[in-house]
């Protein structure tokens, strides 16, 4: 079994960052993707952000140019820095993992930017 714990979310005025961090554990026993998704109210959930077992990284549309994900050396913990947030972005953020046929996410932290 595989748990993921998201942090870091809060609120933010427009313009201004975040980071937000997750923490796998358990069973990790073979190459991993791990990636970021939103789900904003009323929406369904969309992709941000993943990087692979290689180290390579790949955005998806929503926070194109705004959102970075990275990991530790191990691989245990990601980051997405989220920059020039906008209201918009209000949502709460997951973290995933996706190993081999299995799946797992974590409970969401969330993000709210307003003035």
């Known amino acids: 079994q595989v748990q993921l714990v998201e942090s870091g979310g809060g609120k933010v005025q427009p313009g201004g960052s975040l980071r937000l961090s997750c923490t796998a554990s358990g069973l990790l026993t073979g190459p991993y993707v791990m990636q970021w998704y939103r789900q904003a109210p009323g929406k369904e959930r969309e992709f941000v952000a993943a990087?692979?077992?290689?180290?390579?990284?790949k955005g998806g549309d929503s926070m194109k140019g705004r959102a970075t994900i990275s990991r530790d050396r191990q691989g245990k913990f990601i980051y997405l820095q989220m920059n020039n947030l906008e209201p918009d972005d209000t949502a709460v953020y997951y973290c995933?993992?996706?190993?081999?046929?299995?799946?797992?996410w974590g409970q969401g932290t969330q993000v709210a930017v307003s003035s």
């Open positions: 990087i692979y077992p290689n180290g390579n990284t």
């Open positions: 995933r993992l996706a190993m081999g046929d299995r799946d797992y």
